[in-house]
């Protein structure tokens, strides 16, 4: 699933091409993704309208229209948000595209359909957008994500640490790939209970958050198996893995073997030694 850095590197090599473009055509696939294509609310309040920027919050993206309406994008498991030239065939998992004043085209390809578009009209979208954001964490790029107030969201769970890094309403963006390799930068291991780690403790967890996404955006993100960038290129972070992926290999710091096992249904990839259990 595309995480907050592939979603990142996409809405930066979309806003290279897209603003200042007008959406001069719709067209939809028919299926339904996560939740139904807003088709009447796209033609109302997107096609025909001049694109001014996009922004990003959480795994979302948001493209905002001179009308004031503002399209939100979720890329779920298998999306790919692409700039293609108009006459480049259609495939088969293209779910929106939207044709603009320069002959390109911005396509929505998913899969396994699990992304969403949805629209917010002009008159509601202030509204619609302050519910949103209220409803997801704080970003780990932002300047709200901080040891201090990790500590707090942390204090007396006994959630391990691992699932609370991932839980999209305290933390935005930060799935599984990248909460492996937080902790292990951090040497903390996964299952240990949040509510136990001393401010020192999230001030490495802070640290190396934001050192590791940043890295995985300058490196375009992680590519494992559908991911590519706005222009159809995979990323390189996966070349940076330490843990994820890694069971039975050296860690790169002890060499001892790294072990997987399943925290909260998802795959956990740890160093014994070095990320001892609390």
């Known amino acids: 699933m595309p995480e907050l850095p592939e979603v990142e590197v996409t809405r930066r090599g979309l806003l290279d091409q897209l603003p200042g473009r007008t959406v001069v055509g719709i067209a939809v696939s028919g299926h339904r993704l996560r939740t139904l294509m807003p088709r009447r609310l796209l033609h109302e309040h997107i096609l025909q309208h001049r694109i001014l920027t996009i922004d990003r919050r959480a795994k979302y993206l948001l493209v905002r229209l001179d009308g004031g309406a503002v399209l939100v994008i979720h890329l779920g498991m298998t999306g790919k948000l692409g700039l293609l030239d108009g006459n480049t065939p259609r495939h088969r998992h293209d779910h929106l595209i939207l044709t603009l004043d320069n002959g390109k085209q911005v396509r929505l390809n998913d899969s396994r359909r699990f992304g969403a578009v949805m ?148 795959a956990t990839y740890f160093c014994p030694a070095c990320q001892p259990p609390w």
């Open 119 to 266: 629209v917010w009209p002009a008159e509601a979208a202030e509204n619609a957008e302050s519910a949103f954001s209220d409803r997801e964490g704080i970003e780990p790029l932002g300047s709200e994500f901080t040891a201090a107030h990790l500590h707090r969201l942390a204090d007396r769970k006994t959630t391990p640490v691992k699932s609370l890094l991932m839980n999209g309403r305290l933390i935005a963006g930060i799935g599984n790939i990248y909460a492996n390799e937080i902790l292990f930068a951090s040497r903390i291991h996964p299952a240990t209970p949040a509510g136990r780690l001393a401010l020192a403790d999230w001030q490495r967890v802070m640290a190396e958050s934001q050192r590791i996404l940043q890295l995985a955006i300058a490196t375009g993100g992680s590519t494992i198996a559908d991911f590519l960038n706005a222009t159809g290129h995979p990323g390189y972070f996966q070349l940076h893995f330490q843990v994820y992926g890694h069971e039975h290999l050296p860690c790169p710091r002890c060499g001892l073997a790294i072990v997987k096992t399943a925290l909260a249904g998802r």
